[in-house]
């Protein structure tokens, strides 16, 4: 079985502040790695996905990903966050048999001004 | 380009009877998956569609069910209707069911069952 946890309910952080949401899972082999992300009434747009190769995966809007496969981690990044990156983050798993995709609980992000 | 659609948008039915969600892959896309996200959780897969079959399920009971059209297009069905039915359900297109092909998600339909 697969399971992605995403330990913090919520993240709070200032505009122009590092944002990091984090992110762990448990799959046996090799796993494949997704953040989406979702607006207020709105399904789940792809920001970014880790396949294999390089560990630190570049995505949309400014986000990037590290891939850890010794503390099994995938914690989302951006450097600079902006108002508009306020939302609701899921981190997703597949492995085997095709691409089905495993969520986490979900994170919420607001970024004050 | 248009990307996956999804109908109704929203849908309020009444415990015991079936309803039928529509939805439509993004162009060149052939496998449609489907998912249940009730509030405050995070989306669960429900059974994917490719070449007109289901292909796999998650943990769900055989009220759900689907079926997937010549054109790629999918319907979700779900009968006798309970209350913990009430979920956002979002179709998923994606080229192709293979390992690692990221998934493209529709607005959604809200369901409610009173």
């Known amino acids: 079985a697969q399971s992605v946890a995403q330990p913090e309910d919520q993240v709070n952080v200032a505009e122009g502040n590092p944002l990091t949401v984090k992110c762990t899972y448990s799959v046996s082999g090799n796993p494949y790695l997704f953040w989406y992300v979702q607006y207020p009434n709105r399904g789940l747009q792809f920001l970014l996905k880790y396949i294999t190769g390089d560990n630190l995966v570049k995505g949309s809007y400014g986000f990037e990903a590290e891939f850890n496969k010794s503390q099994t981690s995938f914690h989302l990044k951006k450097p600079s966050a902006l108002v508009s990156d306020s939302a609701l983050y899921f981190c997703a798993v597949s492995r085997g048999g095709g691409n089905k995709l495993t969520f986490g609980g979900g994170t919420r992000v607001l970024v004050k001004p | 380009d248009a990307g996956v659609t999804q109908s109704p948008t929203h849908l309020i039915k009444t415990r015991g009877q079936q309803v039928t969600l529509r939805c439509s892959p993004k162009s060149g896309h052939d496998t449609v998956s489907w998912y249940q996200q009730a509030l405050g959780q995070g989306p669960q897969f429900i059974f994917q569609y490719y070449e007109e079959e289901e292909r796999q399920r998650g943990n769900f009971p055989d009220r759900f069910s689907g079926h997937q059209f010549p054109n790629y297009s999918s319907e979700l069905n779900v009968n006798a209707l309970l209350l913990g039915d009430s979920a956002l359900y979002l179709c998923?297109?994606?080229?192709?069911?293979?390992?690692?092909?990221?998934?493209?998600f529709g607005p959604g339909t809200r369901l409610t069952v009173t």
């Open positions: 998923a297109s994606s080229l192709g069911s293979g390992f690692g092909y990221e998934q493209y």
